[in-house]
């Protein structure tokens, strides 16, 4: 258990479906990430948040909407996804983004689009 | 952030020591070493970290070299559980620097009874 809870742990979806991942963090932190991970490949992070603020956006498709409606809450709002969507999504967060922390993990939100 | 070379893989035998490289040649002087395992399928867990000298916890211990060009991951006792895939992350400490971690291949740890 490592404060970072994310739902729900696996979700399967239709091509023209909307959904969202959600990610709760009772750490106090103040910085949260969402990464990809498909299969074979390294994690990729797609966003980062600080204090509700998006700070990063690592080029990802306009289909992945986040959502940081305060600190301790993280969504990710999927919609017309594509099969190579498909891969685990981790939420992670860190006291902040200074990158004195380290930063804690979810377990992730298995993926299927079909 | 300073690219990380790691061995693709690794074996250990239940009990003994499990020494874990990392080359990180370009490390930076505000560059910390950063070492997460994750269990398959699982959510990274942080190990340790350290910027010049040596660290170790309650998982496991970490030797920087003198001219911060490597580093070596030590479980001093693996078992079973410590199975898993090790990144190596070099991740950059300061303000307005984003925090994140640059994830590579890792290395895949096979402990064997």
């Known amino acids: 258990e490592t404060g970072v809870t994310q739902t729900p742990r696996h979700l399967v979806m239709g091509m023209t479906n909307k959904k969202s991942l959600k990610c709760e963090q009772h750490?106090?932190?103040?910085?949260m990430y969402w990464y990809k991970q498909s299969a074979k490949k390294p994690l990729e992070l797609m966003f980062v948040?600080?204090?509700?603020?998006?700070?990063e956006n690592n080029s990802v498709p306009s289909r992945f909407s986040p959502e940081c409606p305060n600190s301790s809450h993280l969504f990710l709002h999927l919609h017309t996804l594509q099969p190579e969507d498909s891969a685990l999504y981790l939420c992670?967060?860190?006291?902040?983004?200074?990158?004195?922390?380290?930063?804690?993990f979810g377990e992730g939100s298995r993926l299927t689009v079909l | 952030d300073a690219k990380t070379t790691q061995p693709t893989s690794m074996d250990c035998a239940e009990g003994r020591a499990a020494n874990l490289p990392c080359n990180h040649s370009?490390?930076?002087?505000?560059?910390?070493v950063y070492w997460y395992r994750q269990i398959h399928s699982q959510g990274p867990q942080y190990i340790i970290h350290?910027?010049?000298n040596n660290e170790t916890n309650e998982m496991a211990s970490l030797i920087i070299t003198e001219d911060r060009k490597s580093s070596t991951l030590i479980l001093p006792h693996a078992t079973l559980r410590d199975t898993a895939v090790y990144y190596c992350?070099?991740?950059?400490?300061?303000?307005?620097?984003?925090?994140?971690?640059?994830f590579g291949q890792g290395t895949e740890l096979s402990v064997k009874p």
């Open positions: 992670a967060s860190s006291q902040d983004t200074s990158g004195r922390g380290e930063l804690f």
């Open positions: 750490l106090g932190h103040n910085a």
């Open positions: 948040y600080s204090l509700e603020e998006r700070v």
């Open positions: 370009t490390i930076s002087g505000n560059e910390y």
């Open positions: 350290g910027l010049k």
């Open positions: 992350i070099v991740r950059v400490a300061g303000y307005n620097q984003g925090g994140k971690l640059i």
